[in-house]
Nanobody, 115 residues
């Protein structure tokens, strides 16, 4: 059974930093595109950042220059370093793994940015 387990969320003041981690129990982790999505109250889930199997990355415009996605294939981990956090970054953040017809989600971790 595939599991994606997120950690690292919490409450942070504006301008602060958080690092989200996702541990994946995927047998061929390196082939998966790994992504971080977020869903704020009353809004649709949106892609924040993704990292391809070849390590290429994409970011939504709202986080470019502030967030960095990375992966460690041997340990089957993906990370989201979030700097210069803003109140509008408040959301539940979900880890996603996608390859071919396979699509898996974690349970989500809450990030709240507030003074």
């Amino acid at each position: 059974q595939v599991q994606l387990v997120e950690s690292g969320g919490g409450l942070m003041q504006p301008g602060g930093s958080l690092r989200l981690s996702c541990a994946a129990s995927l047998s061929i982790f390196s082939t998966y595109t790994m992504g971080w999505y977020r869903q704020a109250p009353g809004k649709q889930r949106e892609l924040v950042a993704r990292i391809l199997s070849g390590a290429g990355t994409d970011y939504v415009d709202a986080v470019k220059g502030r967030f960095t996605i990375s992966r460690n294939n041997p340990s089957k981990m993906v990370y989201l370093q979030m700097n210069s956090l803003k109140p509008e970054d408040t959301a539940v953040y979900y880890c996603n793994a996608h390859w071919d017809r396979n699509d898996y989600w974690g349970q989500g971790t809450q990030v709240t940015v507030s003074s």
